[in-house]
């Protein structure tokens, strides 16, 4: 499955004036660099812990629906399905209606069940989109607290590591990090 960010979040978990008064840094020269480590340490979070921690928009692209017509949501946590869309061979988009497909939000991974198979032969790749909307919420405060800690501790480590020339993939990251995110991960077997 191809996933595809449609719209990135608006706001950040942790916000600038909040981790400088954390960081203790009261002027504005960093300003851009300190943004662009809660940037990244928000993503590294998401990809540690599974989770996408603010709402955000994305589209999933299979290459078609499993005999069963179940088919397993990659993003967690999810708030709705916006849309599905089929494509015949030729290429002709269907969109389903809310009545063809089952979902399930709230399990542990969430899915899709296609209720009306294909009236036709789909296109032998990229033949279904799935719209959804992804996140705990729209606000740094819908993000759990622990969440929101990481990617303080993360990005403090990292502004406490710069340099010149400083590169986010080769700072690492600090210790306790992984204990935090751990309770949010969850392994698929």
């Known amino acids: 499955m191809t996933l595809v960010q449609l719209t990135s979040p608006v706001v950040e978990p942790v916000a600038l004036a ?10 504005d020269d960093e300003d851009a660099l ?11 979070v998401e990809t540690l812990s599974g989770k996408l921690l603010i709402t955000q928009t994305w589209r999933m692209i299979a290459d078609e629906a499993p005999p069963d017509g179940r088919i397993a949501l990659l993003l967690r946590p999810l708030q709705s ?3 599905v869309t089929l494509y ?10 809310a009545e063809d497909w089952l ?5 542990r991974w969430p899915r899709l069940l296609i209720r009306r198979p294909a009236a036709t032969r789909m296109r032998a ?13 729209p606000s740094g405060l819908d993000v759990p607290a622990v969440l929101r800690h990481a990617i303080v501790m993360l990005a403090a480590y990292w502004y406490g590591h710069r340099a010149t020339g400083f590169d986010f993939t ?7 990090l992984f204990e935090l995110i751990e309770p949010f991960r969850e392994v698929r077997l």
Do not use: C
Request: charged share 20%; aromatic share 4%.
């Open 18 to 27: 909040d981790f400088k008064a954390h960081a203790r840094i009261d002027g």
């Open 34 to 44: 300190v943004s662009a480590m809660l940037l990244a340490a928000r993503a590294h």
């Open 81 to 83: 399905i916006d849309a």
């Open 88 to 97: 015949d061979a030729a290429g002709n988009a269907s969109s389903l209606e």
């Open 103 to 107: 979902a399930d939000l709230g399990g």
């Open 125 to 137: 790749m990229n033949g279904i989109e799935i719209d959804v909307t992804a996140g705990y919420g």
């Open 170 to 176: 080769s700072a690492g990251e600090p210790e306790g």
